[in-house]
Each structure stands twice: as C-alpha cells, then as structure tokens.
C-alpha cells in the first residue's frame, strides 16, 4: 500500500481482557517501530524490528506487553490483561533509507 | 535517551516566521538531523532533514550550524494549521533506533 496501515483504528476494551493491535507497514520497507503516546505526552519507544535480527524489545513496559512481526511484513502488538494505564495512542512506523513513516494509530481505551 | 534538547514550548503570532532551536551538542559527524511534526490525534509527520548543508522545501527550512551543534526550523509564514509537536531528532541510519525526546509545542496566535 501506499502508506503504513494501523488497525483498528479506535479499540475501547475492558480491563483485564487481552487485545491486538495490528501494523502494515510499507512493502519493501525493513524496519519496523511501534511507539505509544499517552495524551498529552511525548512519543515512547516500544520495540524495534529490523530485518531478521532479533527485535529490541528494550522499551516494552511489561512482561504484559508483546511483539512479533511474520515474515518481514506484518506486526502485531499485543497488550495481556490490559490496563487503565495502558490507555493511549499506539503508532507503528516503518522505516526505509532513513525516511520514516507513521502509521495513524489506534487508540486504546481501557474502561 | 533522546540526544536532543527542545524548549517545551513556543508561541508565533500568524503570517510571522515560526523559528524553532534543537541542541543536539553530541550528535557525531554521520547522524542526520530529522524534523518531524505531530498535529492533534494524528501520526507524526515528516518535514525536513539535513546532514551539514541548509536545506528547503515547500514546508519548511533547516539551517544547521557549522559544528552541527544545533539547528532551527523555520516555517516562513506561520498559520494556524502549522500548530502541532515539532519533534528533532537526530539517527544514522535505517539500523538507528530512533528515540524521541518530547518536543516543542508550537501555538500560532491569530
């Protein structure tokens, strides 16, 4: 596709339930981020793919959250037994020749 | 952490010239200085970038100083639609992992 697609675009969830978030990323495009972006903070660094090196999950905030990315292509974020603080924007970015391209977003509620 | 310094925030009044300062005092010779912006609810967005020469586009300018110890952004002519996050930062390569520090926040006053 002509850009990076994030879904679903909104995810209202109740606390304690798993959820999936899903990144297409740009064809061609190696690298692969995933940021979080609580309102009114900054952009935090989740975890990085590149290529078929082992991804740095260094910015994952807990062993609740997890990553994997199928093929070189797709991403899948996913956050267990969800949290109230884990509500916020969860953007995808991929990565090619230095030009970095960010998906729209999901925004996760947790009610 | 980010290897940036940002003010938090900046005001500009509409139709002026919006200049933003990044410090970034320990970048080494071969990272790149990006510029991207974030306007409410959407996804970052690319602006500019540069290595050692200024540089233009159709969005903005980036004037880079001879020790490539900090930069500035200029948006010529501000308008209320170029209200957003300016984040700087500054990464090698693709194999860079990009981290972000929390920008500034620019508000254009009518």
């Known amino acids: 596709g002509a850009g990076v697609s994030q879904s679903p675009s909104n995810k209202v969830t109740e606390k304690g339930k798993d959820v999936e978030l899903r990144c297409d990323p740009i064809?061609?495009?190696?690298?692969l981020y995933w940021y979080r972006q609580s309102l009114g903070q900054g952009l935090e660094f989740l975890i990085y793919?590149?290529?078929?090196?082992?991804?740095?999950k260094s910015g994952l905030p807990s062993d609740r959250f997890s990553a994997e990315r199928t093929g070189g292509s797709v991403s899948t974020l996913t956050i267990q037994r969800t949290q109230q603080e884990d509500s916020a924007v969860y953007l995808c970015?991929?990565?090619?020749?230095?030009?970095?391209?960010f998906g729209s977003g999901t925004r996760l509620t947790v009610v | 952490d980010a290897k940036t310094t940002q003010p938090p925030s900046m005001d500009c009044a509409e139709g002026r010239a919006a200049n933003l300062p990044c410090n970034h005092s320990?970048?080494?010779?071969?990272?790149?200085v990006y510029w991207y912006r974030q306007i409410h609810s959407q996804g970052p967005q690319y602006i500019i970038h540069?290595?050692?020469n200024n540089e233009t586009n159709e969005m903005a300018s980036l004037i880079i100083t001879e020790d490539r110890k900090s930069s500035t952004l200029i948006l010529p002519h501000a308008t209320l639609r170029d209200t957003a996050v300016y984040y700087c930062?500054?990464?090698?390569?693709?194999?860079?992992?990009?981290?972000f520090g929390k920008g500034t926040r620019l508000h254009i006053l009518p």
């Open positions: 970015a991929s990565v090619r020749l230095g030009g970095y391209t």
């Open positions: 793919f590149q290529g078929n090196s082992a991804p740095d």
């Open positions: 064809s061609g495009h190696t690298a």
């Open positions: 930062i500054a990464f090698r390569t693709r194999d860079d992992k990009i981290i």
């Open positions: 540069g290595l050692k």
């Open positions: 320990t970048i080494s010779g071969n990272e790149y």
